[in-house]
C-alpha cells in the first residue's frame, strides 16, 4: 500500500503545499472510513482507493480529482455520507464523487449489437456529467481489472466482456493510451484466454528475435543524431501491448513478419522542429519503406495522439518501425488529458456532442480553441478549466431503457409517448399507459436519464390521442400521430 508520501511522488511535477494538503486529507478521510473493509484479495480495500488515485495523478489532474478518487468508494462503502464529503471537500469534490457512485449504479451488461453498445457508451458519459467522473471510473475499472483473478470465471467474463465493450473504447478517446492499453491486454487474457497464452509466447519470441538489429540500429541512430548534435532526451525500443500485437496477428493471418512494430524504436526530443530533422536524418541512414511515413503530428488522430511514424529498412535489411515524438507528445499519448477529444475529429462523437445548430456549433469550436491556448498558456488544469469541462453537450439529451435494458435515445423534456414511437410506430399508435420505475405515470411525463420506462398497448385501439400532440418533444413521434389521425380522419 502506497504511503500518502509514494502516492505524492508519483506526479512527476510536485504538488504545491496547499493541494498537497488537500490531497493528505482526503487520504487519511477515506483511509478512516474503510478502516477494517478488506478487498476480496484479502488486502485492505483502502488500497483500491489509492491505486485509483495514483492513475488520475498519472493522467496528470488536479488536487480536487485526486482527492475525489481517495473519496469515490465513501458514500456507497462506509458509515461516511456524500453530505460528510461535501462538508469536508467542498461542493466540487462532492459532486465528483455523486457522480461516480451514481455512474456506478448504471447496469452495463455485455452485449454484441453495436448500436446497444454506442448508446450505452454515450449514455455513461452523459450520467458522469464531468469528465473528471469518467476519468474516474477508468482508473477504477483499471484495478478492478488488476484483483479480477479472485472472482468467479462466470463474473471475470461478464466484468472483461464490459471492460473491452464499454471501458476501452471511452478509454481510447480520451486519449488515454497506455491505459486503455493496459485494461484490452487484462480483459483479453479473461475473454480469450487460449489465444491471449499464444499471443504472449508468440510476442516474447518475435522480440527476442528481434532484440538484437533493434539495439543494433538504436547505436547507430544515436551516433547519427549525435552528430547532428540533435538531443536525444530518450531512445527505446519497445514491445506493443499483447492485444494490439494479436490483432494484427490476425489481420496479417498470424504471419509474425509481416507485424513490422512489434519491436518500435521511440525517440524522444526537446522540439517539434526536432521530430522532423531526425526523421530525416533516419531516412538518410536508413531506407523507408513506401506508404509507412506517417505525420500525426500535421495530422493527429481522432484522439490527439501526435507521433510521426516510420518503417524502415534497419540493420540487415531487418523491417523497424521508429517513432518520433516530443515529451510533451509522448505523455499525452499514454495519460493524455481529457482535453485530447474536445478538439478531435472523430465523427460520431463530434456529431453526439455537436448535435446542435451550425452557429452553435462554430461558437462551440471557437470556445475549444480558447480553452486550448488558455490551457497551453497556464499549463495548468484549473476549475475554471475543468468547469468549461463539464459534459453539457448532452444538456439536449436522454437516455431510457426498456425493461429488457435497451437504450433509447431522446431529446430532453421527452416523454412516454416519445419513447413508444422511437421503439416503433406501432407501438405508439396503440399506446395507453405507462411506467417509469415500475411507477404508472401520465403519458405527458418528463422522463429522466436512466428511467426505465415500460409501455402498455391496446391491441384494438385503432388511432393515437389527437392531445399528445400537445406535448410529444420529437418530431418524429408527432408525424407519426399526425399520419396516423389522417388516416382515421381524425381533425387536429
Ligand atoms: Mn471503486
Redesign the pocket.
Known amino acids: 500500500m502506497l504511503s500518502l508520501k509514494e502516492l505524492l511522488a508519483v506526479r512527476q511535477k510536485p504538488y504545491d503545499k496547499k493541494r498537497a494538503a488537500f490531497i493528505s486529507k482526503a487520504y487519511s478521510f477515506a483511509e478512516v472510513a474503510h478502516k477494517g473493509q478488506k478487498r476480496m484479495t484479502g488486502e485492505p480495500y483502502f488500497v ?2 489509492i491505486e ?1 488515485a495514483k492513475t488520475l495523478i498519472r493522467m496528470g489532474l488536479g488536487s480536487k480529482s485526486v482527492a475525489a478518487a481517495l473519496l ?2 465513501v458514500p456507497e462503502d462506509t458509515d461516511l455520507s456524500l453530505e460528510n464529503v461535501r462538508k469536508e471537500f467542498g461542493k466540487d469534490v462532492a459532486f465528483i464523487v455523486k457522480g ?1 457512485t451514481k455512474v ?1 449504479k448504471i447496469r452495463l451488461r455485455g452485449a454484441t449489437d453495436e448500436v446497444y453498445l454506442e448508446n450505452l457508451r454515450k449514455m455513461f458519459l452523459a450520467m458522469a456529467a464531468d469528465i473528471r467522473v469518467v476519468l474516474i471510473k477508468i482508473a ?1 475499472r483499471l ?2 481489472m488488476k484483483t479480477l483473478h479472485v472472482h468467479s470465471r462466470e463474473k471475470q467474463i461478464s466484468i472483461a466482456n464490459e471492460t473491452m465493450e464499454v471501458f476501452v473504447p471511452i478509454a481510447n478517446r480520451l486519449g488515454v493510451g497506455e491505459i486503455k492499453n493496459q485494461m484490452e491486454d487484462l480483459a483479453f487474457k479473461y475473454l480469450d484466454p487460449e489465444n491471449y497464452e499464444d499471443t504472449v509466447r508468440r510476442s516474447k519470441e518475435a522480440l527476442n528475435v528481434r532484440a538484437k538489429y533493434t539495439k543494433r540500429a538504436i547505436k547507430e541512430l544515436q551516433k547519427a543524431l549525435k552528430q547532428e548534435k540533435i538531443e536525444i532526451l530518450n531512445i527505446v525500443g519497445r514491445a506493443k501491448h499483447y492485444y494490439r500485437f494479436y490483432q494484427k496477428l490476425v489481420k496479417h493471418d498470424m504471419q509474425v513478419e509481416e507485424v513490422y512494430d512489434l519491436a518500435a524504436i521511440r525517440i524522444i526530443v526537446p522540439t517539434v522542429e526536432d521530430c522532423y530533422r531526425v526523421l530525416g536524418i533516419v531516412h538518410q541512414r536508413y531506407n523507408p519503406m513506401i506508404g509507412r511515413i506517417k505525420d500525426y503530428i500535421s495530422l493527429p488522430k481522432p484522439n490527439g495522439y501526435r507521433s510521426l511514424h516510420t518503417t524502415i529498412f534497419g540493420p540487415e535489411g531487418k523491417i523497424l518501425e521508429v517513432q518520433i515524438r516530443t515529451r510533451k507528445m509522448d505523455y499525452e499519448a499514454e495519460y493524455g488529458i481529457a482535453a485530447h477529444w474536445i478538439y478531435s475529429g472523430d465523427r460520431s462523437f463530434k456529431e453526439l456532442f455537436f448535435r446542435r445548430k451550425k452557429e452553435e456549433f462554430e461558437k462551440q469550436l471557437d470556445w475549444v480553441k480558447q480553452l486550448r491556448s488558455w490551457h497551453e498558456e497556464t499549463g495548468g488544469l484549473s476549475d475554471e478549466f475543468w468547469a468549461s469541462l463539464k459534459i453539457d453537450f448532452f444538456k439536449n439529451h436522454i437516455f431510457a431503457f426498456t425493461p429488457m435494458g435497451d437504450v433509447i435515445d431522446l431529446p430532453e423534456g421527452a416523454t412516454p409517448v416519445d419513447f413508444a414511437y422511437a421503439i416503433h410506430t406501432e407501438v405508439g399508435n396503440t399506446l395507453s399507459g405507462a411506467k417509469i420505475n415500475q411507477k404508472i405515470v401520465a403519458l405527458s411525463y418528463v422522463i429522466r436519464n436512466g428511467d426505465v420506462v415500460e409501455l402498455t398497448t391496446e391491441k384494438k385501439k385503432k388511432a393515437p390521442n389527437k392531445d399528445w400532440l400537445k406535448f410529444v418533444k420529437t418530431a418524429h413521434a408527432k408525424s407519426k400521430i399526425k399520419q396516423a389521425l389522417k388516416k382515421n380522419k381524425i381533425n387536429f
Open positions: 483500491h482507493s485509483t469515490h468508494d461516480v456506478g477504477d484495478d478492478n
